[in-house]
């Protein structure tokens, strides 16, 4: 029988000392959790959190920021404060230069920040859809964007990006689930690019108690508080930030004390080179049966997949 707990005793301890993590939404919830356990295993943070309140841009504040970074202080650690609001080009300039001005280096970048509006998708003015996805996709690409040179020149790089199931529908959630999905994009794209540079990116579908869960119905709030402590969620954040992670581009659920990899599939469908409306219609049981997935993590994969009856002529592409 597997004993998972028996093998982790015989494995060396995570540590992550040297690094420099930049953790964005770091001042409550589980960004915190992350940034406390990454300072714990060694890490100098850059703990960055506007500070206002969510989905709005009333005016912010470093307090947040700055009581993770006295807590870390308190325990020996080393860590600075930013309040910038992640969203923008601008912004993503302002904390990584924060970051490396202070440290020297960036090695770990995680894209915690986030923000919801709830309502069907009629709900919302242009500037609140316009701002759900600033700060759920477009500020962590910028973000991105900016460390890469710098993890590419240094020859190693730990970027986590944090989704939501979110992702797979839920209701009332249009602009945060689909800024979520962007992300989720970025990151199988992203890991392509970064593996030759040993820029290892990956991505996280937590559930835990936060802002959002202490929203919903009072059971549920109280099963989260119970059971989905964030914590639970930083143990896997922190062994994707370090040097023990040998894999990119995947994407995990995670809460509870449970941790599973999340995977896009397909099946054999149909094939049918003279293909009509009637045609799907007629075989849309078999198109849709999933008892016999095939996992297809890329989109090379997802082309493979045609070669059973569009045999590829190309030669050698170096691609599939």
């Known amino acids: 029988m597997y004993n998972h707990r028996q093998r982790a005793r015989g494995l060396r301890m995570i540590r992550l000392d040297g690094r420099v993590a930049v953790v964005t939404g770091a001042g409550r919830g589980m ?11 060694g890490a100098k943070l850059l703990v960055n959190d506007y500070g206002g309140a969510q989905s709005t841009l009333a005016p912010g504040t470093i307090s947040h920021a700055q009581a993770v970074v006295d807590e870390i202080r308190a325990a020996g650690g080393e860590a600075e404060a930013n309040a910038d609001m992640v969203g923008t080009g601008e912004a993503a300039r302002a904390i990584v230069d924060h970051a490396r001005d202070a440290f020297g280096r960036v090695d770990i970048l995680i894209n915690n ?35 890469w040179p710098l993890m590419r020149d240094q020859g190693f790089g730990r970027i986590v990006n944090v989704m939501s199931s979110a992702v797979l529908g839920a209701g009332h959630l249009g602009p945060y689930a689909a800024g979520k999905a962007g992300l989720l994009g970025l990151t199988q ?50 062994y994707l930030c370090s040097d023990a992670l040998d894999f990119g581009g995947e994407v995990f659920n995670v809460g509870g004390g449970r941790v599973a990899r999340l995977a896009i599939f397909d099946n054999d469908g149909l094939f049918d080179p003279a293909i009509t409306p ?43």
Not at 119 to 143: K, S
Not at 190 to 202: E, K, Q
């Open 31 to 41: 960004g915190r959790t992350h940034a406390l356990l990454l300072a714990a295993r």
């Open 113 to 147: 920040a986030g923000g919801s509006l709830i309502g069907e998708p009629d709900a919302f003015t242009d500037e609140e859809i316009e701002g759900v996805l600033r700060t759920n996709f477009i500020g962590p690409y910028m973000l991105l964007r900016r460390v």
């Open 189 to 238: 794209d992203a890991a392509f690019d970064g593996r030759p540079h040993n820029i290892l990116v990956n991505g996280i579908f937590p559930t835990g108690a936060s802002r959002l869960t202490e929203g919903s119905h009072e059971d549920l709030a109280l099963w989260y508080r119970t059971h989905f402590q964030p914590e639970k969620v930083s143990a896997l954040v922190a």
């Open 278 to 320: 009637e045609s799907i219609a007629t075989n849309i049981d078999l198109i849709r049966d999933l008892s016999k997935p095939t996992i297809t993590p890329t989109l090379w994969a997802q082309t493979e997949r045609y070669f059973k009856h569009i045999p590829w002529t190309g030669g050698k592409s170096g691609l599939f």
